[in-house]
């Protein structure tokens, strides 16, 4: 029997409820902008049946997100028999919420738009915006193989050739699709595409609770599978489960300051992988790391990405001015932020760069979006003095024009002037984004255990994993990780066992 539903990918909805009644389901799963923008075809998946699930594999990869499906899908091409357990009941994780882009140096993508970047500045940046505590074997190795791993995405047929700022990068890095929609749900659509052309066994409502090991070396897994308890074992094992930001008691518990914040990530990623990898003794590094993010809406808790601001949107407080360079560091902006009134601002854009970014359209859609058809009835719209946001308006529109921001210093994300009506508002504050912090890695993506020596057989990567981020993560650098890292677990997991 099959249960068929419909998934708007660019929100986490579960409808998939009944599938531990079904056993084999098929998901029609469609990224909503890029329906509408694009006309993306449907794509049927097939996930696979209990009754299936084998004694042994090669690998498994636990957590579906976009780490663990890159991991599945190197290791798979490699010649590993692979599998993946993810408890949640669809695919995806944190990846499917996901907005911005991915970042990259020296991309072809780069090279067609006359972007000049480096490899070199990439990793400066990164080290900046991290502030310089990041593992710089991990970052060199994230920001030299950022280009390769854009090329890998395109010959899958996932291809970033739209490219937008992020805050803390001087040049525009950010890979996104093609039609500017969110990168979550594209990211998302064709890694699960390219998973079930391999034909790699996918069992959702999967719950790995134990990492099975003996003499320091992995064995396989102790896995849940819709109420019903196997062990499974597997020459290596790569711990695709994200971050921790979804559970706030483990939040707080490693940093009390974020008690009361609002979290923009999904319900699965409550730290299980790392508990887990700790029993068989991985290092966790940067564990009181957590990043705020910005630009959150509060009563949703849903993020309003940076690539708003990366367009040329500008933040103003309750008293309708400009506070800050908007492209700052993620976590400079949220604390000017949190010092002004109320501690919220408004992210203000127009008409023109409401089409470059489609992610709007679904902010528009969750009624997120105030609008007035001039900047003062915005202002009145939104109850702020109109004469003040409309001379905070003309400063900045001065600003693009002259190319240069007098007053905040900002130097990206300036090239078109906000002038085009109507003219549209998003309260937002900071909220709980992402865990810095993690299992600790080498650039082989082996777990590494307190004496800094590779557990056996063990793997991580993404959110999962720690150190590549430091105390502060930019912008669309999230992505690279996950990709980069997960396409390198996979491989590695491979020549092991192979």
């Known amino acids: 029997m099959k249960f068929v539903c419909k998934i708007m990918k660019s929100v986490l909805i579960m409808c998939l409820v009944l599938s531990s009644i079904v056993g084999s389901l098929n998901v029609s799963a469609q990224d909503s902008e890029t329906d509408a923008e694009t006309g993306a075809s449907e794509v049927t998946a097939d996930f696979t049946h209990p009754d299936d699930l084998a004694e042994s594999y090669d690998v498994i990869v636990i957590g579906a997100g976009g780490g663990g499906m890159a991991a599945a899908i190197a290791a798979k091409d490699a010649g590993s028999n692979v599998a993946i357990f993810e408890k949640m009941p669809i695919l995806g994780g944190n990846t499917l919420k996901s907005s911005a882009g991915m970042n990259a140096s020296e991309s072809k993508f780069q090279e067609a738009e006359g972007i000049e970047d480096s490899n070199e500045l990439f990793f400066e940046e990164t080290m900046a915006g991290g502030h310089d ?39 525009p890095r950010a890979h996104r699709p093609e039609a500017g929609s969110a990168i979550g749900g594209y990211l998302v659509d064709g890694l699960q595409r390219n998973v079930f052309e391999r034909e790699i066994p996918t069992f959702v409502n999967a719950n790995v609770t134990e990492i099975l090991e003996e003499d320091g070396v992995v064995t396989g897994v102790q896995v849940n599978i819709e109420g019903n308890e196997h062990q499974v074992n597997a020459k290596a094992v790569i711990i695709a489960t994200g971050g921790f930001g979804g559970n706030l008691e483990m939040v707080t518990d490693n940093n009390p300051d974020l008690e009361g914040f609002v979290t923009t990530n999904h319900e699965g990623a409550t730290g299980d992988g790392l508990v887990m990898a700790q029993e068989v003794g991985a290092q966790l590094v940067d564990m009181d790391q957590i990043q705020i993010h910005p630009t959150v809406e509060q009563e949703t808790s849903y993020l309003i990405t940076e690539a708003v601001r990366g367009e040329g949107a500008i933040l103003v407080n309750k008293e309708g001015e400009r506070f800050f360079n908007e492209l700052d560091t993620r976590d400079a902006v949220s604390q000017a932020i949190l010092s002004q009134t109320d501690s919220s601002a408004y992210v203000i854009f127009d008409q023109a760069l409401r089409g470059r970014v489609k992610a709007i359209d679904q902010y528009e859609k969750m009624g997120l979006v105030k609008v007035g058809d001039t900047i003062e009835e915005l202002a009145t719209t939104i109850e702020l003095d109109p004469e003040v946001l409309s001379q905070t308006l003309s400063i900045w529109n001065d600003s693009v024009a002259n190319g240069t921001d007098d007053n905040f210093a900002r130097t990206t994300g300036m090239e078109i002037a906000l002038e085009e009506a109507p003219f549209y508002a998003i309260k937002i504050a900071p909220g709980i984004h992402h865990t810095m912090g993690g299992l600790k890695i080498n650039t082989n993506a082996q777990v590494l255990n307190e004496a800094d020596e590779a557990i056996t057989g063990l793997y991580a990567a993404g959110e999962a994993s720690g150190g590549v981020h430091g105390s502060n993560r930019i912008g669309g650098n999230a992505i690279a990780d996950i990709i980069i890292f997960g396409r390198q677990a996979g491989e590695q997991s491979a020549l092991f066992v192979n």
């Open 133 to 171: 505590t990041n593992d710089e074997e991990l970052v060199h190795y994230l920001v030299d193989n950022s280009a390769s791993a854009i090329e890998w995405l395109d010959s899958m047929g996932i291809t970033l050739s739209s490219i937008t700022t992020t805050g803390g990068m001087s040049v």
